[in-house]
């Protein structure tokens, strides 16, 4: 199974700055069919998973265009360009390039 | 609205059974891979399994396999993991997702196996 490396596990963030979460996978997330299939999902504290991002880069409707997702091959990172009180969770990302789908650890965002 | 409810999960002996539903809505479900993911207490996502639209193919992850069978009744909008051989290391919270793309979750119910 393809093996998801978040970094870091724990991002205190202060009001108005901006985070970055990275993602690494243990094999290329490129598809035969040209797509990289890689997601980024947002959980609350005592809430269910939200999908923000799919395929590297593309925002989810209602996700603010403060949330952004990068990255190519192997390496992908999240961006928050001004964290806001309501972005307190947990940040997963996961690939479906190949399966079984796998997720990585996740990665607990909290205010300092 | 689109809108994914999950239903069934209980506290359960070892080697128990039990069987999971997710009633989807304001979607035309037949149309649409589905999913189980689960969370145990504490922990992250692990994907358990899913069924195409028609429901001709079926996979599951390697901790289920022979224990676990996913169905779905197009008519009943109606998805549903059905749990045999229960272990405590099934303990979690089980979600239903639509696509393999995960795009919609549902609220979660959650299933304890304990003696």
């Known amino acids: 199974d393809v093996v998801m490396t978040q970094s870091p596990l724990s991002l205190p963030v202060t009001l108005g700055q901006p985070a970055s979460i990275s993602c690494r996978s243990s094999?290329?997330?490129?598809?035969?069919?040209?797509?990289?299939?890689l997601n980024w999902f947002h959980q609350r504290p005592g809430q269910s998973p939200r999908r923000l991002i799919y395929?590297?880069?593309n925002r989810d409707s209602g996700v603010p265009d403060r949330f952004s997702g990068s990255g190519s091959g192997t390496d992908f990172t999240l961006k928050i360009s001004r964290v806001e009180a309501e972005d307190v969770g947990v940040y997963y990302c996961?690939?479906?390039?190949?399966?079984?789908?796998?997720f990585g650890q996740g990665t607990k965002v909290g205010i300092k | 609205e689109v809108q994914l409810v999950e239903s069934g999960g209980a506290l359960v002996q070892p080697g128990g059974s039990l069987r999971l539903s997710c009633a989807g809505s304001?979607?035309?479900?037949?149309?649409?891979?589905m999913n189980w993911v689960r969370q145990a207490p504490g922990k992250g996502l692990v994907w358990v399994s899913h069924?195409?639209?028609?429901?001709?193919?079926?996979n599951y992850a390697d901790s289920v396999k022979g224990r676990f069978t996913i169905s779905r009744d197009n008519a009943k909008n109606t998805l549903y993991l059905q749990m045999n051989s229960l272990r405590a290391e099934d303990t979690a919270v089980y979600y239903c997702?639509?696509?393999?793309?995960?795009?919609?979750w549902g609220q979660g119910t959650t299933v304890t196996v304990s003696s």
């Open positions: 997702t639509r696509e393999n793309q995960m795009d919609v």
């Open positions: 304001g979607f035309t479900f037949s149309r649409h891979w």
């Open positions: 069924i195409k639209s028609d429901a001709s193919i079926t």
């Open positions: 094999q290329s997330l490129e598809s035969s069919d040209g797509n990289t299939y």
């Open positions: 395929n590297i880069s």
């Open positions: 996961m690939q479906i390039t190949h399966w079984p789908g796998t």
